[in-house]
């Protein structure tokens, strides 16, 4: 049909919509009432409107996503087999751990036709000899994403690899093998996500993370603006609960990283690794870890990640096992191919609600970033226990509004089930260890919610 239906309609503006709304609250306070003041610095309004939506919010979003397997590498040959059995069963890409320099590449890549696959590589170490290795063995046009992030490491270790001056000519050095990686530098926001930092401030810690590299290398001479234009960024990001909000966080991540990259003349598009939150899951009734992973993946997708890596649902009290990663991977399969998930791309385009959440992460997170900026950068905040101290206070209050049952988890706050027994299931440790060592500063700390409570009930079962 070519005709508007609406066309008889006369719009009805942002004001005319309020004067109804305070009409029928019959004098009560309308922002006391229907505006909900969030715990990252946002006003929810009742209703949102293209009067007041701003400037539609223009960033690159991919044509698809991808199910990412994340394994461990304890033995090449082992985490080969289950990458390849995982490959039949519908992931599409992998992201492996690798503990040891010496590990065996041409038996982790066997049969992976790394061309089409994409590989996400994360050391625990920092070497150029594994990264020449990791060039000769995977070969030109391969989707490797190397994730190089030595200042990620200092904020979570609060040490070095080795010393500054060793890690940044490391990191010098792998950018020499630029052409052969799809990325070579990656930033994790996820980890001052789930130690308990605001959306406005994750962004921002990313911004001033980012900014720290893009000012180093624009100061070597070695890398010219060709290369300049070719390096991508690549962000490991950290979906929570709250649905909306979460779209619109990558969405501002994507919006801010490519007003600063421009600001130095790099390339504006960024990749985006996505996963659940830790920090809401629950060691009771953990099968509500499944809608909770289920629901933060779909943020992630509706946000434009490039890619997207389950989280199991007993990860945090069972060793890696195969029925766990089966229902992850097929949470991401039915949202993908039962879902539809994968048809549109940019889904979220158009939402007044979102595009107006995503210029107000976006502004928070800059005016933070430019404090940060004006105390010396990133690194020197992280030396003086500045952005330690400022996602401290933020993980006190939302362990605030946990604890008076403010924020529901459901099965630990909220309809408990007494009758749930965990003690003998643990197969894992699921709290924070507190691990006496020498470091260079104050490390940020991931820790979940419930922790408290769960261990105060693991002393109460019999």
Request: hydrophobic fraction near 35%; glycine fraction near 6%; charge should be negative.
């Amino acid at each position: 049909m070519s005709k508007n239906l609406f066309s008889e309609f006369e719009e009805v503006s942002a004001k005319q919509w309020k004067q109804k709304i305070q009409f029928d609250l019959k004098g009560a306070d309308y922002n006391e009432k229907l505006v909900w003041n969030s715990f990252d610095g946002i006003n929810v309004k009742p209703f949102y409107h293209p009067d007041e939506a701003g400037v539609p919010v223009n960033v690159h979003s991919p044509a698809n996503w991808e199910i990412v397997e994340q394994l461990y590498v304890s033995s090449a040959g082992g985490a080969n087999k289950r990458a390849l059995e995982a490959l039949q069963k519908g992931a599409e890409a992998f992201w492996f751990t690798i503990p040891s320099e010496e590990t065996d590449l041409k038996t982790l890549f066997q049969d992976l036709d790394l061309e089409t696959v994409p590989v996400y590589i994360k050391t625990e170490f920092l070497s150029e000899n594994f990264n020449i290795r990791l060039k000769e063995t995977a070969g030109n046009g391969s989707k490797i994403y190397l994730q190089t992030d030595i200042i990620g490491h200092l904020a979570r270790s609060g040490n070095w690899y080795h010393d500054l001056q060793k890690d940044h000519a490391a990191l010098e050095a792998s950018l020499e093998h630029l052409e052969s990686f799809g990325s070579l530098i990656s930033i994790d926001l996820g980890l001052y996500q789930n130690a308990g930092a605001n959306i406005p401030q994750q962004l921002a810690y990313a911004m001033a993370h980012s900014n720290e590299y893009l000012n180093h290398i624009t100061k070597l001479n070695s890398f010219s603006e060709e290369k300049r234009k070719k390096l991508k960024f690549q962000f490991i990001t950290a979906t929570g609960p709250n649905y909306f909000f979460e779209i619109a966080k990558i969405r501002a991540l994507r919006l801010l990283f490519s007003t600063l990259a421009k600001e130095y003349g790099f390339s504006e598009e960024c990749h985006i690794l996505a996963q659940p939150s830790k920090r809401n899951k629950t060691l009771y009734d953990f099968n509500v870890n499944l809608l909770r992973t289920t629901t933060e993946s779909m943020s992630a997708i509706l946000g434009g990640a490039n890619a997207v890596c389950n989280m199991a649902y007993d990860a945090l009290y069972h060793k890696n096992n195969e029925f766990g990663r089966r229902i992850a991977r097929n949470q991401l399969l039915i949202l993908k191919h039962e879902g539809y998930f994968e048809k549109v791309s940019n889904p979220a385009n158009g939402s007044y609600y979102i595009e107006n959440l995503t210029h107000q992460f976006a502004e928070l997170a800059l005016a933070i970033f430019k404090e940060i900026e004006k105390g010396g950068g990133f690194v020197s905040q992280l030396k003086e226990g500045i952005i330690q101290k400022k996602i401290a206070e933020s993980a006190a209050k939302e362990q605030e509004q946990f604890e008076s049952g403010e924020l529901v988890l459901i099965g630990t706050n909220k309809f408990p089930n007494h009758e749930d027994k965990m003690k003998e299931e643990l197969e894992l440790y699921p709290f924070l260890k507190h691990k006496p060592r020498k470091t260079l500063l104050q490390p940020v700390i991931e820790k979940r919610l419930a922790e408290r409570t769960e261990q105060e009930r693991l002393k109460k079962e019999a």
